[in-house]
């Protein structure tokens, strides 16, 4: 990986860690519904930023989708897989992954 992407990624990460101390804070401060939905997607959006960066050619390797899955477990933590199958489509293509 080049230096340049190596930075883009490590700024990414730290917008997202940033991000998700703000949530953390409003959620204390219980900041309106509306603002911290804002939050969260913004938060949604730039994770999937990070997962696409590291997902492609010419940084897509065993050690990206390592990365990938640090990610997810790290700003994720708390998430139930049940919560993830509200997806009737996503709910499928599990069933398929685990059967």
Request: aromatic share 6%; hydrophobic share 40%; no cysteine.
């Amino acid at each position: 990986m080049k230096k340049v992407e190596v930075l883009k990624l490590m700024d990414l990460v730290e917008d997202i860690r940033k991000l998700d101390e703000l949530i953390e804070l409003s959620r204390k401060n219980k900041t309106s519904a509306f603002v911290l939905n804002q939050y969260e997607a913004k938060k949604i959006k730039m994770v999937g930023s990070i997962i696409n960066e590291l997902a492609n050619p010419p940084i897509q390797s065993m050690e990206s989708y390592f990365l990938i899955k640090k990610i997810l477990n790290k700003y994720y933590p708390n998430i139930a897989e049940d919560e993830q199958m509200n997806n009737s489509d996503i709910g499928k293509i599990v069933a398929v992954i685990e059967g």
